[in-house]
């Protein structure tokens, strides 16, 4: 019998990325995705049953409230679930590997291309919550952290990537500001979930930092996707981070990435680089294609 993992937050961008790549980048391994309708991770007791009954060899904790504003207005709620959930989950893997998806965000953008020993600063409650759990998950050296920024894809429901939050805003008639002078470094979620099942086959542990290749202003990133969303012609506006009103957005959150590409069969890609090397074979534009880059 094929070892177990689970993947949580399966319903989300990269959890459900890793869990349709699986069998092309772990055919070893016997994948099981849970989302919220699998139960509620903040249920301590269900997760522990679920636990007892799949009895997984290892984990992907992707399930997150990730949405700033969210956890703006609901601290609380975010807390129980990138924090107090996820240190339950870091106890029931005790003995097993365990790859926590954490956030860029843990910095506050006065830099840019963060490396993993630099010091983080979150502005921001998701960032905090965010670097708490990180710290409780690397308490244990068999379980690791892998930092994201910005993630290009498309959901089961349409909602969780900043491409599919700016077609909506554009579909409901509404037009979208894009900062000049806040940077990313945005990745597919294809070629991230590689990456992770690539950290699950080498038995990889510690701190990683994930991100695309190219440091990009939001509204660079808004002009590189117009060839393939042409719907955003002319909704696109450029503003400015300096304006910005409501919860604290760092300016500069792009990565430098050395240390996992070292141990990756495959080149990072940038993000305007994997645009232009993507052609209509049917596929989604998102997913890790090597012959299209």
Same mark, same amino acid.
């Given at each position: 019998?094929?070892?177990?993992? $689970?993947?949580?937050?399966?319903?989300?961008? $990269?959890?459900?990325?890793?869990?349709?790549?699986?069998?092309?980048?772990?055919? @070893?391994?016997?994948?099981?995705?849970?989302?919220?309708?699998?139960?509620?991770?903040? @249920?301590?007791?269900?997760?522990?049953?679920?636990?007892?009954?799949?009895?997984?060899? /290892?984990? $992907?904790?992707? /399930?997150?409230?990730?949405?700033?504003?969210?956890?703006?207005? @609901? +601290?609380?709620?975010?807390?129980?679930?990138?924090?107090?959930?996820?240190?339950?989950?870091?106890?029931?893997?005790? =003995?097993?590997?365990?790859? *926590? #998806?954490?956030?860029?965000?843990? *910095?506050?953008?006065?830099?840019?291309?963060?490396?993993? /020993?630099?010091?983080?600063?979150?502005?921001?409650?998701?960032?905090?919550?965010?670097?708490?759990?990180?710290?409780?998950?690397?308490?244990?050296?068999?379980?690791?952290?892998?930092? $994201?920024?910005?993630?290009?894809?498309?959901?089961?429901?349409?909602?969780?990537?900043?491409?599919? @939050?700016?077609?909506?805003?554009?579909?409901?008639?509404?037009?979208?500001?894009?900062?000049?002078?806040?940077?990313?470094?945005?990745?597919?979620?294809?070629?991230?979930?590689?990456?992770?099942? !690539?950290?699950?086959?080498?038995?990889?542990?510690?701190?990683?930092?994930?991100?695309?290749?190219?440091? #990009?202003?939001?509204? !660079?990133?808004?002009?590189?996707?117009?060839?393939?969303? +042409?719907?955003?012609?002319?909704?696109?506006?450029?503003?400015?981070?300096?304006?910005?009103?409501?919860?604290?957005? +760092?300016?500069?959150?792009?990565?430098?990435?050395?240390?996992?590409?070292?141990?990756?069969? *495959?080149?990072?890609?940038?993000?305007?680089?994997? #645009?232009?090397?993507?052609?209509?074979?049917?596929? =989604?534009?998102?997913?890790?294609?090597?012959?299209? #880059?």
């Amino acid at each position: 019998m094929k070892p177990r993992i $689970i993947v949580t937050g399966a319903a989300g961008l $990269i959890g459900q990325y890793c869990v349709t790549s699986a069998s092309r980048w772990a055919p @070893d391994w016997e994948v099981r995705g849970l989302s919220r309708t699998d139960f509620d991770l903040t @249920d301590l007791a269900a997760a522990e049953q679920a636990w007892r009954d799949l009895k997984p060899s /290892a984990v $992907i904790h992707c /399930a997150a409230l990730s949405r700033t504003k969210d956890c703006e207005q @609901d +601290p609380q709620l975010a807390r129980r679930v990138n924090v107090e959930a996820t240190a339950h989950l870091v106890r029931l893997c005790n =003995d097993i590997p365990f790859i *926590f #998806l954490s956030s860029g965000e843990v *910095f506050d953008g006065r830099a840019g291309w963060y490396r993993e /020993a630099d010091t983080p600063n979150p502005i921001n409650f998701y960032g905090k919550t965010k670097l708490e759990a990180e710290q409780l998950v690397l308490e244990n050296p068999r379980h690791t952290v892998v930092r $994201i920024v910005l993630t290009a894809g498309t959901s089961q429901n349409g909602d969780r990537s900043f491409v599919e @939050d700016m077609w909506r805003a554009v579909k409901s008639g509404k037009s979208v500001t894009l900062y000049a002078d806040e940077y990313r470094c945005p990745l597919p979620a294809g070629a991230i979930a590689r990456a992770i099942w !690539e950290l699950v086959g080498k038995g990889e542990s510690g701190l990683f930092h994930l991100g695309g290749r190219e440091r #990009l202003s939001r509204w !660079e990133i808004g002009q590189a996707l117009l060839p393939w969303y +042409p719907e955003l012609q002319g909704r696109l506006g450029k503003g400015y981070a300096r304006n910005h009103i409501g919860a604290p957005r +760092p300016t500069d959150l792009s990565l430098n990435c050395e240390k996992i590409q070292a141990l990756l069969s *495959f080149p990072i890609p940038g993000f305007r680089s994997w #645009l232009k090397g993507r052609v209509h074979r049917g596929i =989604d534009l998102w997913d890790y294609e090597p012959s299209l #880059l």
